[in-house]
């Protein structure tokens, strides 16, 4: 088979070109962005086990599997991030928060930054990256996580402190932000469905999604300098709804960002200066 039949068979299947494409370049072991390489070499022949290594991973794909749980890479905010299925596969909607964090930390020295729910590492290496005289902590409940994580930031030789916990609570110290992309849908949400393959305790919080939210609004004033800033992600219809917990825990000047869509998909405020 070559490589034009191959990808022409994966979209068959009802796979985008795009995603045929890329999972072609990483049977072969190529960059994923080297698209131009499958179009300069679409009569090539594949080896009878590359053909059927592609069309196994294709079949996973339509079945909706993430595309960066089939190559173990996602990229975020310019960072290659190892990743598989005991973390959740960063969105780009996510750098909305990454951003934003940045603008706050600009005109701090050495910011004291702890990201909560870290999951694979993206939003504290992210940080890092951007800023390396920031000291960045990152948590998450998940051990599984905490490895996922942990691997990443040696690989990329990024220096960000790892710790387990449930959010705040087992955390010592103030810091000048923090920021998490909690879970945050809403157990029996319709969407659920088409993301069975990721962790669930990593997407669902309560009966209307806001139940870590309010746990780490509740849990932040305690661990926040004065004028230190909580930033969080969550869904395109909370914006509201966080608002106002932020508003009602005390937090002043109290905002939305909007990500690439233009839905306001992050919310935070800043802790009184006195």
Same mark, same amino acid.
């Given at each position: 088979?070559?490589?034009?039949?191959?990808?022409?068979? #994966? =979209? *068959? %299947?009802? !796979?985008?070109?795009?995603?045929?494409?890329? @999972?072609?370049?990483? $049977?072969?072991?190529? +960059?994923?962005?080297?698209?131009?390489?499958?179009?300069?070499?679409?009569?090539?022949?594949?080896?009878?086990?590359?053909?059927?290594?592609?069309?196994?991973?294709?079949?996973?794909?339509?079945?909706?599997?993430?595309?960066?749980?089939?190559?173990?890479?996602?990229?975020?905010?310019?960072?290659?991030?190892?990743?598989?299925?005991?973390?959740?596969?960063?969105?780009?909607?996510?750098?909305?928060?990454?951003?934003?964090?940045?603008?706050?930390?600009?005109?701090?020295?050495?910011?004291?930054?702890?990201?909560?729910?870290?999951?694979?590492? #993206? =939003? *504290? %290496?992210? !940080?890092?990256?951007?800023?390396?005289?920031? @000291?960045?902590?990152? $948590?998450?409940?998940? +051990?599984?996580?905490?490895?996922?994580?942990?691997?990443?930031?040696?690989?990329?030789?990024?220096?960000?402190?790892?710790?387990?916990?449930?959010?705040?609570?087992?955390?010592?110290?103030?810091?000048?932000?923090?920021?998490?992309?909690?879970?945050?849908?809403?157990?029996?949400?319709?969407?659920?469905?088409?993301?069975?393959?990721?962790?669930?305790?990593?997407?669902?919080?309560?009966?209307?999604?806001?139940?870590?939210?309010?746990?780490?609004?509740?849990?932040?004033?305690?661990?926040?300098?004065?004028?230190?800033?909580?930033?969080?992600?969550?869904?395109?219809?909370?914006?509201?709804?966080?608002?106002?917990?932020?508003?009602?825990?005390?937090?002043?000047?109290?905002?939305?960002?909007?990500?690439?869509?233009?839905?306001?998909?992050?919310?935070?405020?800043?802790?009184?200066?006195?």
């Amino acid at each position: 088979m070559q490589l034009s039949q191959a990808i022409a068979a #994966a =979209i *068959a %299947l009802g !796979l985008p070109r795009l995603d045929a494409q890329l @999972l072609l370049l990483h $049977v072969l072991v190529r +960059a994923p962005n080297d698209r131009a390489w499958l179009l300069a070499h679409d009569s090539d022949a594949l080896a009878t086990e590359a053909v059927e290594r592609f069309l196994e991973l294709a079949q996973r794909r339509v079945g909706g599997e993430p595309l960066a749980y089939l190559t173990g890479v996602k990229e975020f905010y310019g960072l290659p991030l190892q990743v598989d299925a005991r973390v959740l596969d960063p969105r780009p909607d996510t750098e909305t928060l990454v951003e934003w964090t940045l603008e706050r930390m600009a005109a701090l020295p050495a910011p004291h930054v702890i990201d909560l729910g870290t999951g694979s590492g #993206a =939003i *504290a %290496l992210a !940080l890092k990256h951007a800023r390396p005289d920031a @000291l960045v902590s990152a $948590v998450d409940a998940s +051990a599984d996580a905490l490895a996922v994580a942990r691997a990443n930031a040696q690989r990329l030789g990024l220096e960000v402190t790892f710790l387990p916990g449930n959010w705040l609570a087992s955390i010592a110290g103030q810091f000048d932000l923090i920021v998490s992309n909690p879970p945050y849908i809403a157990e029996g949400d319709p969407h659920l469905a088409a993301l069975g393959h990721e962790p669930r305790q990593a997407l669902t919080a309560g009966a209307d999604g806001l139940d870590d939210i309010r746990t780490i609004i509740r849990q932040a004033p305690g661990h926040l300098q004065p004028g230190g800033w909580l930033l969080l992600e969550h869904g395109w219809d909370q914006a509201t709804a966080v608002r106002r917990l932020l508003q009602a825990a005390g937090f002043v000047d109290v905002q939305s960002r909007r990500d690439l869509a233009g839905l306001e998909r992050c919310s935070g405020g800043q802790a009184p200066l006195v």
